[in-house]
């Protein structure tokens, strides 16, 4: 069974960087699209960026353009977010998705997979 286990949240400072990481157990991960989701409680989830099984084709949401950038090792069965210039509305559970037909896709529901997520907390 795949599963997804998304890493490095936390708390910072508004302003500030992370990077939060994926690590997943597909096989092949390299034919999986992957994507990062974000919810606060009561909402949707949000889409942030998704990425090809390759790498060279990405998506990012327009509120997130030119801060946050999706990024992936296939050796090494991990996706990223960097994260800069973080907002007070960034709060939230981040959730990494995949998607083992390979397409991207702004949809959590066109995603078969997803982890636990990783809490990550904007202070100011």
């Known amino acids: 069974q795949v599963q997804l286990v998304e890493s490095g949240g936390g708390l910072v400072q508004a302003g500030g960087s992370l990077r939060l990481s994926c690590a997943a157990s597909a096989r092949p991960f390299s034919e999986y699209s992957m994507g990062w989701f974000r919810q606060v409680p009561g909402k949707e989830r949000e889409f942030l960026a998704a990425?090809?099984?390759?790498?060279?084709?990405?998506l990012h949401a327009d509120s997130v353009k030119g801060r946050f950038t999706i990024s992936r090792d296939n050796a090494k069965n991990t996706v990223y977010l960097q994260k800069n210039s973080l907002r007070s509305e960034g709060t939230a559970v981040y959730y990494c998705?995949?998607?083992?037909?390979?397409?991207?896709?702004?949809?959590?529901?066109?995603?078969?997979?997803w982890g636990q997520g990783t809490q990550v907390t904007v202070s100011s």
């Open positions: 990425i090809s099984w390759s790498g060279v084709r990405t």
């Open positions: 998705d995949g998607r083992p037909d390979g397409r991207m896709s702004v949809r959590h529901n066109e995603y078969n997979y």
